[in-house]
């Protein structure tokens, strides 16, 4: 554990380098923001929507960890800790920097079972593999059912996006070899490239099909997402408006920056509002989004990850 969370990682110059990011996307991000109109939307919200959209966004945890469980040879480990873990690897996430979170969920469920780290660390990197592929199928749904987005903008717009997309290529370098690298040793990398192969061998033609089924349910649970919060503010987008500002933002947290990716999350959904022709309350829209998933799921999180901790520590003075 001492590895992941060393005080070295919060001083180190790939942390600086992300809250410096953090800083730019939040200035190109909040320098319209207006606290007074943003007082004015939260009391004419629709509270219902924002509700159904945090429940669903639970409920996607759910089928998320119903997706993991189909990635483990040892079928023995239950749908509720892998649930309890993703809840933890968020919570992670949001308070810690550099995607942290996902060496604490695979940290947290290996107390919690028999199945070693570099086995979950393996299978979290297929499931970032399948997440990589809903994020394709949503761009390829984008290419060649909107693609006329494009000329919402001049050129130079469409450069910038293909500017974000080669930054999130490099971040996801980035994030891999910075995990890799706190991973330890040559051995220990090793033993997660086997770790992967032997999660690929494993999966058997049925596993793979529901596998891919929950991916496509997970995305388009996030689409749905998406359309409650813009209908609970009276956007009127319709649902290929919310699969560009799904995609668009999708990208933008695969950018190295603070915990919880202020800043590149609000400006990546901006910009995807942008692309649709929609200027008007961006920036409102991009925080209660962010909002509805980063307030449920550290709230969640955090009780997990202190109501289980202090469960092991107790059964450690035993």
Known sequence: ?????????FFNLKFISSIFISIVFSFY??????????????????????????????????????RWKLLFSDQSISVKKLFE????????????????????RCFFLSKRSETGF???FGTVILERFLDMLGLVLLGSILFFV???????????YFIYLIFIIVIVMLSVSFYFNSALKNYSSYNRLVNVINDIIKGFQSLSSKNIFSILL???LIWSLYVVEVY?????????????????????????????????????FEAGVIYGMGLIGVFALEIEFAIILHAVTFFP????????????NYELFNNNDK
């Open 29 to 66: 991000a909040f320098n319209r923001f207006d606290l007074n109109r943003f007082i004015d939307i939260l009391y004419d919200i629709n509270y219902l929507s924002v509700l159904l959209a945090v429940a669903l966004l639970i409920f996607v945890v759910y089928i998320r960890a119903l």
């Open 85 to 104: 873990s993703q809840m933890v690897g968020y919570f992670g996430n949001n308070i810690l920097p550099l995607r942290l979170g996902e060496g604490l």
């Open 228 to 264: 409650l919060i813009q209908n609970s503010m009276s956007l009127d987008l319709s649902l290929l408006d919310c699969i560009l500002i799904l995609f668009i933002s999708s990208l933008a947290l695969s950018i190295p920056s603070a915990p919880a990716n202020i800043g590149t």
């Open 297 to 308: 799921y550290t709230i969640l999180g955090g009780i997990l990850f202190m109501f289980y």
């Open 1 to 9: 554990m001492k590895t992941y969370l060393s005080y070295k990682h």
């Open 214 to 216: 929950y991916t496509l």
């Open 118 to 120: 570099p086995y979950i």
């Open 146 to 156: 909107e693609f006329d987005f494009i000329d919402v903008y001049d050129n130079t």
